[in-house]
């Protein structure tokens, strides 16, 4: 729907403008005792549930929160948590009931009125929470949060609490996946704590899940505790876990090998050729819902115009995913054959083939589709990344190789570095990409939903190149207000089936996640998000 923004986007690198309180330990050394460290990125924003839309700041927040749903470690079902039940007669109308005995860690217990003082506060346009558009589908979010002017209303129309364990939701529109993204953070419970003293909870956030937050210092590391109280049946294996500060996963992996690490959850590109001598079984690598892609800029007209579908199919057949998820990712990627994630499984959405002959390699059929299509725009293509991360630049240059030998002209591709992170996106947001960009997305909840309609749907805040198709919006409403489950994903991927024709953005590969542990260490997995679940994790 419009309003719609990337909840995770994949820096690379981390950003660093949280609040630092407490005192925490040092940066070098392995934990003591139950406790583990494990590497990690200063979170962008502070750790307010609906303000934080990036990797690092996730992790917390899966340690310090449980909402409605949660999304099993394994499989990424979404399964009740603290709902007793979510009952809907008209997928638009929906009542929901919690369960006896959950409480904050200071003791506070959540209530109806925890949810839907939390999704207000979210929603609320004052509050300027990154997440908000989370709430687009609740019946008076255009009054709470309008496109345009001041906000005409402070709470949800729809949200209407009944007693304690049980509040309603109405939506502005039929979404049978609803409940589905109930586990997703932006959704989570807040005690009064936030509201009556919003400045202090921003310091030592308070939450309702297996761990609590003892000290943060910005830049070295953030100490969680086990909280003995949780009332959840994924209590913490171990006594807590250190996140230990790093700007180069290089510099993680070093310390990861000389004992001062206990876990590390990003091998660098460089050490991939390397892992698994040096660490055995106590490296992981398994599919995440993370898809790379190449997005367009569509306020260009150049990339706008008719025919242009043509070249850009043509792009996508010049690029050889087989040959550089092999040499370069270590089989850490896998080629990408649809837009959505194989973690969805057949029945989720994930229909493998999808995308067809516009993503195998083939040389020649590339060069005459960009010829048919009027070739490249100014007769060079510049691929714009970020260059604050090494893991960029090798994969890019690669694409660009295999561009320009498939079109037999050395000056086809050339890479595009920006600085930094925050610069690249800030172009984005500006329109100011003159050329494809990459684009990485790492799925909020497993719904083909989700890989789909805040990308490509008409002026959803993700959809960063600004590609509109009418007939794309019409099926993706339709599949949103579709009851049975498997018509709605059918639907869903007649929707991507226009997203292949148009070549609205070229599939590169799917990610896996992947993390090497310490011999300390027993019960390390990664859930289909890449994050570790640190409450299953033992110390020796």
């Not at 990485?440 to 600004?466: C, E, H, K, R, V």
Request: net charge neutral.
């Amino acid at each position: 729907m419009r309003g719609f923004t990337h909840a995770r986007w994949l820096t690379g690198a981390a950003a660093v403008m949280l609040v630092a309180t407490g005192c925490g330990g040092g940066a070098s050394g392995a934990a003591d005792g139950g406790m583990l460290t494990s590497s990690w990125g200063d979170p962008q924003n502070p750790l307010e549930p609906a303000n934080t839309n990036e990797v690092q700041g996730g992790k917390v927040l899966d340690m310090v929160f449980r909402g409605l749903k949660r999304y099993d470690p394994r499989t990424g079902e979404a399964q009740n948590m603290l709902a007793r039940s979510i009952e809907t007669t008209d997928s638009r109308h929906y009542t929901v009931k919690l369960k006896d005995g959950w409480t904050f860690s200071n003791g506070e217990k959540v209530t109806a009125r925890s949810f839907t003082d939390a999704w207000n506060y979210g929603a609320s346009l004052k509050n300027k929470q990154k997440n908000a558009y989370f709430f687009g589908y609740i019946e008076g979010y255009d009054q709470v949060h309008p496109e345009m002017g001041s906000q005409r209303a402070d709470t949800l129309s729809g949200l209407k609490v009944v007693d304690d364990h049980t509040f309603t939701v109405t939506l502005n529109q039929k979404f049978s996946g609803f409940p589905d993204t109930l586990g997703y953070a932006a959704f989570a419970p807040l005690p009064r704590a936030f509201f009556t003293d919003h400045a202090a909870w921003l310091k030592t956030p308070v939450g309702n899940g297996p761990y609590s937050i003892e000290s943060y210092t910005k830049g070295s590391q953030m100490t969680l505790r086990k909280w003995n109280g949780y009332p959840g049946g994924d209590k913490a294996l171990n006594d807590g876990v250190i996140l230990k500060v790093y700007t180069d996963n290089n510099t993680a992996y070093t310390d990861l090998m000389a004992g001062n690490l206990d876990l590390a959850d990003d091998i660098p590109a460089a050490q991939l050729k390397n892992v698994k001598t040096d660490l055995g079984e106590r490296y992981i690598n398994t599919p995440a819902g993370i898809i790379q892609t190449l997005a367009f800029p569509y306020y260009d007209e150049r990339w706008n115009r008719p025919g242009m579908e043509k070249v850009r199919t043509g792009l996508s057949m010049a690029i050889n995913r087989d040959q550089i998820t092999k040499t370069i990712f270590q089989r850490t990627r896998t080629p990408a054959t649809d837009w959505t994630s194989p973690v969805l499984g057949t029945d989720g959405g994930f229909k493998a083939g999808l995308c067809g002959r516009a993503c195998t390699y083939d040389p020649a059929a590339a060069k005459r589709l960009v010829r048919q299509g009027g070739g490249i725009p100014g007769g060079s293509l510049k691929l714009t990344y970020n260059a604050d991360t090494g893991s960029h630049r090798e994969w890019i240059d690669a694409v660009c190789n295999s561009i320009n030998h498939a079109l037999g002209d050395d000056n086809a591709c050339v890479g595009n570095p920006v600085g930094t992170f925050a610069d690249f996106r800030n172009q984005m947001a500006q329109h100011k990409m003159s050329g494809p960009f990459r684009a990485g997305w790492q799925m909020d909840y497993p719904l083909i939903q989700n890989f789909l309609q805040p990308l490509y749907f008409t002026g959803a805040s993700s959809n960063d190149g600004q590609w509109s198709n009418s007939e794309f919006d019409e099926l993706v409403d339709r599949a949103n207000a579709e009851t049975d489950p498997a018509k709605s994903v059918a639907t869903f991927q007649q929707a991507e089936e226009v997203v292949r024709d148009n070549m609205a953005a070229i599939p590169l590969w799917y990610q896996n996640g992947n993390a090497g542990y310490s011999q300390r260490l027993t019960g390390v997995q990664l859930n289909p998000f890449s994050v570790p679940v640190y409450n299953e994790i033992k110390v020796s």
